[in-house]
């Protein structure tokens, strides 16, 4: 090995649906600088070792989005990950596809289900029609009307917040990070004439799915922060409309049985969830939760501190203007 040589050892995912029966993983060793990115290695295995190797990129600059990918299980992008910290901490470097879309060859997927949920929200400004955008002249916004929604422009859309969203991975249907940091976009640009519509659509249609993992957010190589892009469509929709279905009212049943005791009455939360009709329809669940933690039925005591709890609620709605 070379001084400034790193000896990198590469697990990359292999398939080929037309002609395997199942997925493999082939181990390429090649001599490399730290800082080489992953991006420049897989091209130099497909160069110099294995030609039939697949792969999307296109910029190598971390501008185009192409080159996503799971690299030792994290969605990043390739040419941005350098091969010596990953060696450091994990010894090798595992190659595979991006999650949550079919694979097309190695480590090409199909994205048609990511761009698919991007269509859905309609990613476009709708113009009150009786106030249609002056031909030919600039339509101002405020600073502080632009600084609402700064970050979502980053977005390159390259699914790696996608990639790593559990939320898409057991609902497809779920819209993912990307389409609802892009859906918070329209929400709050004053030009839109839609807004109380797509939030309308947006509730039953997944948002409330988000499992708040913040995966999204670890993930972008752009700082688009999805998860707090849907934590404030969260927000604005309960204000626009209330808390209309099971979501939004498990949210602000939450908030508002937590100061109680200081913990969670379960018991109650289910009943501001679904109602009293609702709850009889999650009777089977409960009772199976009943024989494990039968404690469940009790009001829970106020705990040592519920005063603490209280004072962070009542500081939090000075904050917000509530009190
Ligand atoms: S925070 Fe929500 S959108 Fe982001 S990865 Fe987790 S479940 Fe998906
Ligand atoms: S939000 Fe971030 S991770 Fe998701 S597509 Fe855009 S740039 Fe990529
Ligand atoms: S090749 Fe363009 S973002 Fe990596």
Not at 13 to 21: E, L, Q, V
Not at 93 to 108: A, G, K, T, Y
Not at 175 to 187: D, I
Not at 225 to 245: C, F, M, Y
Request: with cysteine; charged share 25%; proline share 9%.
């Amino acid at each position: 090995m070379t001084a400034n040589l790193t000896k990198a050892e590469f697990d990359v995912y292999r398939y080929d649906p037309t002609k395997d029966a199942k997925p493999r993983y082939q181990r390429y060793t090649l001599e490399l600088a730290p800082h080489t990115p992953v991006l420049s290695a897989l091209l130099q295995i497909r160069a110099e070792v294995d030609p039939s190797l697949s792969l999307r990129y296109s910029c190598r600059h971390a501008i185009c989005g192409s080159c996503a990918m799971q690299i030792n299980s994290k969605s990043r992008l390739a040419c941005q990950t350098q091969i010596g910290p990953e060696m450091a901490k994990h010894g090798r470097i595992v190659i595979e596809p991006m999650r949550n879309q079919p694979v097309i060859r190695d480590l090409v997927v199909d994205q048609s289900p990511f761009w698919r949920q991007y269509d859905r929200i309609e990613p476009h400004l709708k113009l009150d029609p009786a106030h249609p955008m002056p031909v030919g002249q600039p339509t101002s916004m405020s600073p502080e009307e632009v600084e609402r929604f700064k970050e979502t422009p980053r977005c390159i859309a390259c699914g790696a917040c996608y990639s790593a969203c559990p939320a898409v991975e057991s609902d497809p249907e779920f819209p993912g990070p990307m389409a609802l940091a892009k859906l918070y976009r329209f929400v709050v640009d004053p030009r839109d004439h839609a807004h109380q519509d797509r939030l309308l659509r947006i509730q039953p249609g997944g948002l409330w799915l988000c499992l708040r993992c913040h995966l999204c957010t670890e993930s972008c190589p752009k700082d688009v922060r999805p998860s707090e892009r849907i934590r404030d469509l969260k927000e604005l929709a309960i204000t626009a409309q209330g808390a209309t279905e099971h979501g939004s009212r498990h949210a602000v049943g939450f908030k508002d049985n937590l100061p109680d005791a200081g913990v969670l009455n379960e018991m109650k939360l289910v009943r501001q969830t679904y109602g009293l009709v609702g709850t009889l329809g999650q009777l089977g669940q409960g009772i199976r939760i009943y024989r494990k933690k039968p404690e469940i039925l009790r009001k829970p005591h106020p705990i040592q501190g519920v005063e603490e709890v209280r004072k962070i609620y009542r500081a939090l709605d000075r904050e917000e203007g509530k009190e």
